[in-house]
């Protein structure tokens, strides 16, 4: 039988210190209180949204992502071992390097093609050849390295770099190259115009998920919406259709009469990396009236078979499973999304 799911990866519903209780006061999600009170939770160990990719697609080690995010943008990435060189800013504190993700950075085209030509003079001696794909999502390609262990942007980012740094037998060479990229980009003139407009400068790079482009071992879903470029690779990698990540469940609902739908869903992560708590309640609050409530009802009308809710965040991670029979479950109250965190 088709399994008509579908599987809201949802990593905003976390703000970074889930156990600050203020920022849960007058929070108001009643659709997604009652799916988390009905359902079925389970722990879930995935550190990011992509290791949780990695693992629903039967990689045992970690995926080539660039080359995944290369066939995500819509370029063949061929035979060659393409390396992502993500744009970050780095923040001393003490000994401590803290780094802030390049999609915070609000960086323009110019800005990304400054410093991608910057990176390809320096590193040309090495052989790699840089190139964006988004003003924040860069990669490089034609480098001969030793592979490493790495971490992707999305883990690293609000934290120290030391112990998220590249491991392995190629993580001397790697960490080498993140120094030298901060050397290149430090004094680049955009930077300096950035920096007087009040604006973090793009100081430095983060090498991350380097390997050659294949098929994953599984084919999880039928249907990707999201607008992550290693989720719409992956998919294209496995043969499902994919498309933007969705602002209602119209699209989701209807590729999943066809099969498992994966909706990636990031309105309110940038809110919560910045700290704007009110901005971060109105994009749940949007995300329970206008996704939320559409596809609980679509589960009433058996219209789809599951609902699952998957908040990827380490220790502190879940899934809540939701069929047509947990929702009859009216004796159980409404979970608050702070006790789902805690």
């Known amino acids: 039988m088709t399994d008509r799911a579908v599987h809201l990866l949802l990593p905003a519903l976390r703000w970074p210190d889930a156990r600050d209780p203020r920022v849960y006061e007058g929070l108001s999600v009643p659709i997604l209180e009652r799916l988390l009170g009905r359902g079925e939770r389970r722990s879930l160990d995935a550190t990011s949204p992509e290791a949780w990719l990695a693992e629903r697609h039967g990689y045992s080690a970690a995926p080539p992502f ?38 915070h950075l609000g960086i323009t085209t110019d800005e990304a093609t400054a410093c991608v030509a910057a990176l390809d003079r320096f590193f040309a001696e090495d052989n790699m050849r840089f190139r964006q794909l988004t003003p924040d999502r860069w990669v490089a390609t034609g480098a001969d390295a030793l592979p490493a262990q790495t971490a992707p942007p999305s883990l690293a980012h609000g934290r120290s770099v030391d112990a998220l740094l590249p491991t392995g037998e190629g993580a001397r060479l790697w960490t080498q190259r993140f120094n030298e990229a ?76 066809s099969g498992a739908v994966l909706c990636w869903i990031d309105d309110g992560i940038d809110d919560a990396a910045h700290g ?24 009433r009308a058996a219209q789809i078979d599951r609902l699952e809710i998957i908040v990827p965040a380490g220790r502190d991670g879940f899934t809540v499973t939701v069929t047509r029979g947990a929702l009859r479950r009216f004796w159980r109250r409404r979970q608050r999304l702070q006790a789902s965190a805690a």
Do not use: Y
């Not at 390396?83 to 780095?90: I, W, Y």
């Not at 009110?278 to 409530?293: E, N």
């Open 66 to 103: 660039a080359a995944l995010a290369v066939l995500g943008a819509g370029i063949d990435p061929g035979n060659a071992c393409w390396t992502a060189v993500d744009p970050v800013h780095l923040r001393p504190q003490g000994a401590e390097l803290f780094l802030t993700g390049g999609r």
């Open 182 to 257: 901060q050397m290149v980009l430090h004094p680049l003139p955009i930077n300096e115009a950035r920096e007087a407009r009040g604006r973090l400068a793009i100081n430095s790079v983060w090498f991350w998920g380097g390997g050659v482009a294949a098929p994953p071992p599984m084919r999880p879903f039928t249907a990707v919406h999201a607008d992550s470029l290693e989720a719409r690779g992956l998919a294209k990698a496995s043969g499902a259709s994919t498309g933007p990540a969705p602002t209602d469940p119209s699209a989701c609902l209807a590729a999943a009469r």
């Open 276 to 299: 704007d708590v009110a901005a971060w309640q109105t994009a749940l609050g949007r995300l329970d009236r206008d996704f939320l409530a559409p596809a609980e009802q679509a589960l």
